[in-house]
């Protein structure tokens, strides 16, 4: 039996039906006004977002010989002379950092510092007058309000995703064990390479930074919100580290009489 194809090709010659011509689709306004919401926000984000190739050991270390690790992320620029925001699982264990912004520019890269506590790190590129990211105030999301994720997965740059806030207040263990308080869950999808890049709301802010997925769900991702980001980077430019309070508790064992 031979079969044809009809390809589903428009020619302005096309009559066009009646009621398509008309505005008698209510949603279509709302659909217009979330596709500007998104490119809007791309447009003024997107040239903040850094792809971050990372060459050196694994964080728990590899037998001497092997070949070194690569690795690569994403990153946010926040100042005009070139300080980063990414994830310490990014960067951990790096010997060399290649950092390439949006507009095709490259550099290498310095660490300046980085808290596993959190799964924040610090990096810097040597340049200035650089576009950068607004930060918002994740305190006041909401859930159901638009997030967009916008980073280089599987090593293609500049990729944007979207959906909304699943969730507040989740908790995540750090990879050092540590526990991380009011996560933000997402169901903007996320995969390798996302990591360390801006999750933005609407008017273009950065409410987190994207850190983890759940592997073989759908769309259930995470991102440090961006107040503990703050107060993170604010410590790791002023000290180089983190440096927390603990409580130490030790324990013997005592015979006890019979």
Known sequence: MDYSLSFLDYSPSDTIPEQTQSDSCPESGILDAYSLAVTGVVKRVGPTVVHIHARGSAPNGRRRGQEEVEGTGSGVLITPDGYIVTNNHVVEGARALEVKLAAGSSYTAEMVG?????????????????????????????????????????????????????????????????????????????????????????????????????????????????????????????????????????????????
């Not at 790190?121 to 305190?139: K, M």
């Not at 409410?207 to 991102?223: E, K, L, R, S, Y």
């Open 114 to 258: 980085r808290d596993p506590a959190t799964d924040i790190a610090v990096i810097r590129v040597p340049d200035a007058g650089l576009p950068i990211a607004r930060l918002g105030d994740s305190d006041k999301l909401a859930v159901g309000q638009l997030a967009i994720a916008i980073g280089n997965p599987l090593g293609f740059q500049s990729t944007v995703t979207a959906g909304v806030i699943s969730a507040l207040g989740r908790s995540l263990r750090s990879r050092n064990g540590r526990l991380i308080e009011n996560v933000i869950q997402t169901d903007a999808a996320l995969n390798p390479g996302n990591s360390g890049g801006p999750l933005v709301d609407s008017r273009g802010s950065v409410i987190g930074i994207n850190t983890a997925m759940i592997q073989f769900a759908q769309d259930i991702c995470f991102a440090i919100p961006v107040n503990t980001v703050r107060w993170v980077v604010t410590q790791l430019l002023r000290e180089g580290k983190v440096t927390r309070g603990f409580l130490g508790i030790s324990g013997q064992v005592v015979p006890l009489p019979v």
